[in-house]
């Protein structure tokens, strides 16, 4: 029992130095954070988000590889940055970027499994591309955004598996051992959760107050004080990923559904359903997106 208690100030010890050295935290690449900016400048060009990336070759290849994978289905052959850009889209470029950054900057040792972190994250980033495009009408939401919503919602699980692999192996074997969710098991023994963490690191990076939303309210809809709909979206697709069995270990515990969700969002079982459905025929190219950003 005192063995345990140890454990835990252990752990609520490295948590607090991970939450009050902000510093310490890693930077995304700069050329990163100046396309974001490109990207949410109204009056930027195809060229000007080309220039930038051409300047990182290892982007170009990844921009250039994604706009000719099975994933967009994009029907001509893609050889040019400039091409790449106008093909996929501004949104869809931040996605990568940010994607293959995260991919890089968390390349460590983990206590996670990687390889289901990331089928995870995403199919919860396909299962929110999929809500939003059939809310398309009722609610005005740019698809790619909620993609990218999905592939960073559990950014915070990341940080604590490379920062403290150890105690956070034992919170999710105590999760997986006691039947609950991870979740729930960060909150008992570190008194905060993957989403809060992931909200220091969004405040750092200055990610889109649409996107830092969608990733510290995904657990926790009713503590935003306002609605997003985005955090709803990617709740839900979170749930559907776990339904395709896309979690990270057999049978882990999923969060119980909001029961405000699906009335905020208006959708209804047959939706919910029709969406999952879809989802189970393409969630297969999920690893063509993984392939391109890790
Ligand atoms: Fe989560
Ligand atoms: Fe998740």
Redesign the pocket.
Same mark, same amino acid.
């Given at each position: 029992m005192s063995q345990a208690k140890t454990g835990i100030a252990k752990a609520r010890e490295q948590v607090a130095k991970i939450i009050d050295d902000v510093d310490s935290l890693p930077s995304l690449p700069s050329i990163v954070m100046k396309l974001i900016e490109v990207v949410n400048a109204p009056d930027s060009s195809a060229e000007d988000a080309a220039a930038l990336i051409q300047q990182d070759p290892a982007l170009t290849s990844k921009m250039i590889r994604l706009a000719n994978s099975a994933f967009y289905g994009i029907p001509r052959s893609v050889s040019s940055v400039t091409s790449a850009v106008v093909a996929l889209g501004f949104n869809t470029i931040r996605t990568l970027v940010l994607g293959a950054s995260v991919a890089q900057i968390f390349d460590g040792k983990h206590s996670l499994d990687m390889d289901r972190f990331w089928k995870h994250s995403v199919v919860t980033a396909m299962a929110s591309k999929a809500i939003v495009r059939h809310l398309m009408g009722v609610r005005v939401m740019d698809p790619e955004t909620a993609f990218c919503a999905g592939i960073l $919602?559990?950014i915070g699980k990341l940080i604590l598996s490379q920062y403290m692999p150890g105690d956070y192996g034992a919170i999710c074997n105590a999760a997986k051992e006691r039947g609950i969710p991870i979740?729930d098991a960060e909150n008992m023994v570190l008194g905060i959760n $993957?989403?809060q963490i992931g909200k220091i690191l969004s405040d750092k990076w200055t990610l889109p107050p649409v996107l830092e939303y969608a990733i510290v309210g995904?657990?926790a809809l009713d503590s935003l004080g306002e609605t997003s709909h985005m955090a709803n979206v990617v709740h839900l697709a979170?749930i559907m990923a776990h339904d395709l069995g896309c979690n990270q270990w057999d049978g882990e515990a999923c969060v119980p559904e909001n029961p405000n969700c699906r009335t905020e969002l208006k959708i209804g079982d047959a939706d919910y359903e029709k969406i999952i459905y879809n989802l189970e025929i393409s969630m297969e190219k999920s690893h063509e997106f993984l392939a391109v950003i890790r």
């Open positions: $919602h559990d979740v $993957h989403a995904h657990h979170n």
